[in-house]
């Protein structure tokens, strides 16, 4: 007798601002189908190609189901079985031994591996916290322009996702919604089929930009120069909604000066683009009522990109698009959901808290930090670290530097994984985490505003445990007491949230829990009149908050810091500048291994201006050197003209172990950091070509 198929509801864990509800098949406890659920608004029953298949990524046959001790030199991958016993004890015996001595010696590193908020940093946080371990600033993604909303907005907030659909104008910026925002897309595709215009700002004509009805290709990190050059349009021909500007702005005046200084003119110049683009544009955007600009990561990551966030998001407000609820702004919309992030992760337990505050190390600079321990930069050794939730070997920058790091015989290393990535190769205890459709959690999104319960569909493949049950049972074995580490998933998760708050509208978590997704409630046209969240409750063109900290208090545009601008010398030696945009079948690194989506993706490629190619006598199919300073590494040669002259584009991310020369983008990416938020400058890169 066949057993009965079961279906159950999870959410799509990964990095992605479409926060999808998916529908699960299960036969005999194996997930035989992963498919976007139809009763979600925002997932509309669509997952993208990477999550459709992610029932092949749970019961992958290289998954980890056992806990694995090295037994090999670090880097060659080389394990043995342990049991679960063995494997906190020899945990839990190191770290005591390490954090005796100096607490500060354990750090921890994670990012977006899941973004739940219970496998994310509840547990894992609160054991830190109680150890008094070194705290990581998670800032290798998105910190930059969370910082640039924050000193505008006051926080990650913006316009509702579903009302880009009733836009007359969309500019997508600094995004490729086609491959990152599925669901965005199709908003934007149903506002195109109602006469809006589209418009993408990126230096790559990527697969969205080609769907657009105008492409302007301008050079990497010079966004911010342009946004000031479409403000000065509005502010000389008058396309301003003085009422709003009045009522609901800080610093018109000191924004104006500013603009002055960035005529059409300069910025054409400084940007790569005809004047025309910029003063066209600009008429059209202050023209237009129901103006809407998705913004999105891509462009913070440069020196420049809190500045250039600042400068974009003060568009709104100066042509009044607030106003309507197709108008005005996205980058995220995380800032929307009540989270309660002290209750969620207990800062309260690190010892003498709140006025001992452990040393925090920058995840971008993990590469310098484990290479040059004890200085005044860096403060005391780290002796230990606990990787999850991430994969830095091949995504951290400066990738040289970083494995370097990882190779260190004095650094005991604890991995949590599903797989034996770059990293996983370095762990001394490399234990077998589940998946999403294995355990429980709670999700926010930053594209749209509904809060989500994931419930395990299969049991643990293995093995494998929750990180929430791997962190305490580490923590077991050392003794450690608070009951605050003992906490159920679900206990964690209720009180996570501020339910006081009025956007849940007088639900609770058994209301939440039951439905599987609750709606926040919020104004459809959220800042029409006013309210944000900085101190002054007004979108903030001068912050006083920056001033305080010794920065411009007005946006403006850096160079980058690799650029003709802004390193003369290193741009003569290396003269193109080389972006690593998503590819389309990754996700990061956490799809590489999926033997579908890897074929389909191909293998690692550069994309090179024919301009370009013909200089360096490169041609199409050319296996190439991509090098600088950092490092190098090789690929395979596509010339188009996608990339814009001066302008090398190597979709990413790979596992180094995967890619056929053994090295990935971040070979050549380097370790500065951005002008607000400490985040990572990927795209800020100066390189060199030449054909192998």
């Given at each position: ?19 999808c ?31 459709s ?43 005591t031994?390490?954090?005796?001595r ?11 591996g ?9 547990i ?19 910190a ?8 505008t ?40 089929r ?17 769907k657009?009805h105008?492409?302007?290709a ?9 946004a000031?050059?479409?403000?000065h349009?509005?502010?000389?021909e ?22 002055m200084t ?14 025309r ?6 008429r ?19 020196r ?8 974009i ?22 800032g ?5 992030a ?23 600079a ?7 321990p004890?200085n005044d ?7 230990a ?109 209720r ?9 849940f509208?007088?639900?609770?978590w ?16 959220p ?7 900085t ?6 063109f001068?912050s006083?908050?920056l001033?305080?900290?010794g920065?411009?208090?007005?946006p403006?545009y ?11 010398e290193?741009?003569?030696r ?37 301009g ?5 006598n490169?041609?199409?199919g050319d ?27 190597g ?14 983008a ?15 400058t ?11």
């Amino acid at each position: 007798m066949n057993a009965p198929t079961e279906f159950a509801r999870a959410v799509c864990p990964h990095d992605c601002p479409d926060t999808c509800a998916m529908r699960v098949t299960v036969e005999k406890g194996r997930a035989i189908k992963v498919a976007g659920d139809p009763d979600h608004p925002p997932t509309q029953g669509v997952l993208c190609t990477k999550v459709s298949r992610y029932a092949e990524r749970v019961h992958h046959p290289k998954r980890l189901t056992t806990p694995l001790k090295r037994v090999g030199r670090k880097g060659e991958g080389s394990f043995e079985p342990i049991s679960w016993d063995e494997a906190f004890t020899f945990a839990a015996s190191r770290l005591t031994e390490i954090t005796s001595r100096e607490p500060q010696a354990l750090l921890p590193y994670s990012y977006a591996g899941t973004m739940g908020l219970v496998q994310g940093d509840s547990i894992a946080q609160r054991f830190f916290h109680q150890l008094g371990a070194s705290r990581l600033d998670r800032t290798i993604c998105a910190a930059a322009g969370a910082a640039g909303l924050k000193y505008t907005y006051g926080a990650s907030i913006g316009m509702l996702t579903e009302f880009f659909e009733e836009s007359e104008l969309i500019l997508i910026w600094g995004a490729n919604p086609i491959a990152s925002n599925l669901h965005f897309w199709t908003r934007v595709q149903e506002a195109k089929r109602r006469g809006a215009r589209l418009v993408a700002i990126d230096p790559y004509r990527s697969l969205t930009a080609e769907k657009c009805h105008q492409h302007i290709a301008l050079r990497p990190g010079t966004d911010g120069a342009f946004a000031l050059g479409m403000i000065h349009v509005l502010i000389v021909e008058d396309l301003l909604d003085h009422a709003y500007i009045a009522g609901h702005t800080l610093g018109f005046d000191e924004l104006k000066a500013r603009a002055m200084t960035y005529p059409p003119s300069r910025v054409a110049h400084i940007c790569g683009v005809e004047e025309r683009e910029i003063v066209d544009l600009a008429r059209l955007y202050g023209k237009t009522r129901k103006a809407a600009i998705r913004l999105n990561y891509g462009m913070q990551r440069v020196r420049g990109g809190g500045n250039a966030t600042r400068a974009i998001a003060c568009l709104p407000s100066l042509s009044g698009a607030w106003r309507d609820r197709a108008g005005g702004l996205l980058m995220s919309s995380s800032g929307w959901a009540p989270v309660d992030a002290h209750a969620l992760q207990r800062p309260d337990l690190i010892p003498g808290w709140p006025a001992n505050q452990p040393r925090v190390v920058n995840m971008n600079a993990i590469g310098d930090a484990l290479l040059h321990p004890g200085n005044d930069v860096f403060g005391p050794k780290i002796e230990a670290l606990i990787v999850y939730n991430s994969n830095p070997v091949a995504v951290a920058p400066d990738s040289e530097c970083v494995a370097a790091g990882f190779a260190r015989e004095d650094l005991f290393t604890i991995v949590l994984e599903h797989f034996q990535t770059d990293t996983a190769d370095y762990a001394d205890l490399l234990l077998p985490a589940t998946t999403q459709l294995e355990h429980f959690d709670l999700h926010k999104s930053y594209g749209h505003t509904h809060v989500m319960v994931n419930q395990p569909a299969i049991p643990p493949v293995g093995e494998a445990l929750p990180n929430t049950e791997i962190f305490r049972g580490i923590a077991r074995k050392m003794g450690l007491q608070e009951p605050a580490l003992y906490e159920s998933d679900e206990e964690v998760a209720r009180t996570a949230l501020r339910w006081s708050d009025p956007a849940f509208d007088g639900a609770d978590w058994d209301a939440l829990k039951q439905a599987g997704w609750i709606k926040l409630k919020l104004p459809d046209a959220p800042f029409a009149n006013g309210g944000f969240r900085t101190p002054s409750g007004k979108c903030e063109f001068v912050s006083a908050r920056l001033a305080a900290e010794g920065a411009d208090p007005v946006p403006d545009y850096l160079p980058p810091h690799e650029s003709t601008d802004g390193a003369p010398e290193l741009a003569a030696r290396y003269p193109l500048a080389m972006i690593s945009p998503p590819a389309r079948n990754f996700l990061n690194s956490s799809f590489v291994n999926v033997e579908s989506l890897r074929a389909t993706e191909g293998e690692p490629h550069l994309d090179m201006h024919p301009g370009d190619a013909a200089l360096r006598n490169i041609g199409e199919g050319d296996i190439v050197r991509v090098y600088n300073d950092r490092g190098s590494m090789q690929v395979r040669a596509r010339v188009t003209d996608r990339a814009r002259r001066g302008v090398v584009v190597g979709l990413s991310i790979w596992w180094k172990k995967l890619a056929p020369d053994g090295r990935n983008a971040n070979q050549v990416t380097s370790q500065a950091l951005t002008d607000l938020g400490g985040s990572a400058t990927f795209y800020d890169c100066l390189v060199e070509v030449e054909r192998v």
